[in-house]
């Protein structure tokens, strides 16, 4: 039939790849259509594995349109230095916050991203900054991003001086919304939590209900693996 590719014919997939990046890099820099700019920049990631064009195409995409995405792996390729950009954690948190405040796709991932970067403070004026990290991750997790939940349980656990007050209440909160969102971790520190009567009143039921979900998402996670490694 006509317009079907034969994949088994290595010149005729050539051809349909190559007629591909030409029809992104049309869509990208005629149409100015931000969203063909992210698929020329993922083919040429994916396919060309030409990660310094992509590099470009990520940064034109960001810079002239704020596309969320684009920022986002623009960001990425900052913090390891990848298709030739100035290795940078305050130039990869600019992106990732840029793709934080987009709204788009990817967006939730940028946010934990960007607390990361607040919480480590390797990539902010004055070291870590508590109050941008606990920003961010309520962000992220109210996305309905797991580790951002986790991290905030993990931050009110801990508490600190510079900003961010001990408070248990919060951190079984969060504890609980990341065992909800499949967070193993956030499942055995909320179970611990009402087994010693941290934030809470002491609830032995409620603490085996939720060191049983931990262990079954950990069950999961290692059945994953293995299937992962066959």
């Known amino acids: 039939m006509a317009g079907l590719i034969n994949f088994e014919d290595e010149k005729e997939v050539k051809q349909f790849l190559d007629n591909l990046g030409v029809e992104y890099s049309f869509q990208c820099y005629k149409e100015k259509d931000p969203e063909g700019c992210q698929r020329l920049a993922d083919y040429l990631e994916g396919v060309k594995k030409n990660y310094e064009s992509a590099a470009q195409v990520l ?36 992106c990732f916050l840029r793709s934080c405040n987009s709204g788009g796709k990817k967006s939730v991932d940028a946010c934990h991203n960007v607390g990361l970067l607040a919480h480590d403070g390797r990539a902010v004026e004055g070291g870590p900054d508590l109050k941008a990290a606990r920003q961010y991750y309520e962000k992220a997790c109210a996305g309905g991003f797991a580790p951002s939940c986790f991290n905030l349980s993990a931050l009110f656990i801990e508490g600190n001086a510079k900003g961010l007050a001990r408070d248990m209440t919060l951190a079984l909160k969060y504890a609980n919304r990341a065992c909800e969102l499949g967070h193993v971790w956030g499942c055995a520190n909320a179970s611990r939590m009402y087994r010693l009567g941290d934030g809470t009143e002491k609830d032995e039921k409620r603490a085996e209900e939720l060191k049983n979900r931990a262990r079954e998402l950990h069950g999961l996670e290692k059945e994953r693996q293995l299937k992962f490694g066959e």
């Open 59 to 94: 940064k034109h995409n960001c810079e002239t349109h704020g596309h969320g995405e684009s920022c986002y792996k623009l960001g990425a390729y900052h913090v390891t230095g990848k298709g030739g950009v100035t290795e940078c954690l305050k130039t990869a948190y600019s």
